[in-house]
Each structure stands twice: as structure tokens, then as C-alpha cells.
T-cell receptor
């Protein structure tokens, strides 16, 4: 079963608009990471947020984490056509034995039209 | 720095045939992962190595899938015999060693397998 569930499944916006997607998870986590996947390519790491952090920024990306609600959001500001991709959240559960055990959600497909 | 290398990029086989995928991680990365990504889904972890030891293979269908990481560097993933439902992209990733996976993973381009 997938720990992280992204919402929405698909998002279509125009260049310059902001894109927001959410990730919900079920068990306590050590950290949560967001990845981007362009069509036919491997995943690229975007940002990591630890369980004791609430917000992180990286360029046009802003990630929030609410551990009480077990949810995270990824905001892409001033989107560009090159941001067209699938975005995945990956969680690492907080257990006594947490080697790896990355769990990816099904992803949000974002299409940015010029 | 060179990224994670995978080969082949594409493979088409008939069901019941066997296939092998190869991965070369980033130099110095002790942790190596194999994922299966079915179209429209997120990657599913199949197996994780720490150096040449298996850390997690709980989702690896061991009756048909096998993987090894000789000398703690390159790795191969084999499917024998293949089934139609094995059609997917097989992704290899690597990261610096670390418990609780605090480190980001670097992914290769993947191998797209089609089983007919």
C-alpha cells in the first residue's frame, strides 16, 4: 500500500500561475521528500523536509509540513512550461527500523500551458 | 559528477522469458535501490542494498525476481520467468549511507520493460 497520497491527481494551469499539490500520509514520518519526474525520465529530488520542520523554500518551490494533520503541500510559484511533469511525495516512516522504506504516492500530473 | 547509469533503456520480451537489468550507482553511494514503476503509479521499492548486503526486500517477488550487488557497487536485477504484469519501468537509485533515509535519492533514467 502507498503511504503518501497526492491530491489532485492532475492539475492544468497556465504559465505564470501558481500550482499547489498536497500529500497526505498515514503513519508518523522521519522526513518527507518531493520528487519531480519528466515524461520518460527518472525522478529528480526537489526538496526534503524533516518532521521537526514546518516550511522550507527552494527557489520557486515552497513546501509545508503539518505533522498533526499528516499532510504536506508543494507550491510552485510563477510556473513555467518546463514545470510540466509528475510530482511525487515520498515518506520515510518513523519506525525502529527505518532503513529505506521510501514510500511514494501515485503522484500529481502537472501540465503548464504557455 | 556522473549520475546513476542503467542499461538497457528499453527491453521487449515475451512472457516466460528472462531479462536482466544493470545499474551503476553514483560513486561513493553505499545505498542502492531498485524500484518498479507501473504506468500511472508511483515507484514501488523492490529491494534496497546497503553496500552489498540486502536491507529490505519485503516487496520483491522472490519466486521470479532476484537481485545482487557484487562488491557493493554495480547491481543487477533479474526476472525469470517474466509475466505480463511485470511490464513497467525499473528504476535504480542510490544515496549516501544513512539510517532513516535522511539522504535524497538520485535516480537513473530507468529501463522500460514490455512483456508481450
Amino acid at each position: 500500500s502507498q503511504q503518501g497520497e497526492e491530491d489532485p491527481q492532475a492539475l492544468s494551469i497556465q504559465e505564470g500561475e501558481n500550482a499547489t499539490m498536497n500529500c497526505s500520509y498515514k503513519t508518523s514520518i522521519n522526513n518527507l521528500q518531493w520528487y519531480r519526474q519528466n515524461s520518460g525520465r527518472g525522478l529528480v529530488h526537489l526538496i526534503l523536509i524533516r518532521s521537526n520542520e514546518r516550511e522550507k523554500h527552494s527557489g520557486r518551490l515552497r513546501v509545508t509540513l503539518d505533522t498533526s494533520k499528516k499532510s504536506s503541500s508543494l507550491l510552485i510559484t510563477a510556473s513555467r512550461a518546463a514545470d510540466t511533469a509528475s510530482y511525487f511525495c515520498a515518506t520515510v516512516p518513523m519506525t525502529t527500523d527505518s532503513w529505506g522504506k521510501f514510500q511514494f504516492g501515485a503522484g500529481t500530473q502537472v501540465v503548464v500551458t504557455p | 559528477e556522473a549520475g546513476v547509469a542503467q542499461s538497457p533503456r528499453y527491453k521487449i520480451i515475451e512472457k516466460r522469458q528472462s531479462v536482466a537489468f544493470w545499474c551503476n550507482p553514483i560513486s561513493g553511494h553505499a545505498t542502492l535501490y531498485w524500484y518498479q514503476q507501473i504506468l500511472g503509479q508511483g515507484p514501488k521499492l523492490l529491494i534496497q542494498f546497503q553496500n552489498n548486503g540486502v536491507v529490505d526486500d519485503s516487496q520483491l517477488p522472490k519466486d521470479r525476481f532476484s537481485a545482487e550487488r557484487l562488491k557493493g557497487v554495480d547491481s543487477t536485477l533479474k526476472i525469470q520467468p517474466a509475466k505480463l504484469e511485470d511490464s513497467a519501468v525499473y528504476l535504480c537509485a542510490s544515496s549516501l549511507a544513512g539510517q532513516l533515509s535522511s539522504y535524497e535519492q538520485y535516480f537513473g533514467p530507468g529501463t522500460r520493460l514490455t512483456v508481450t
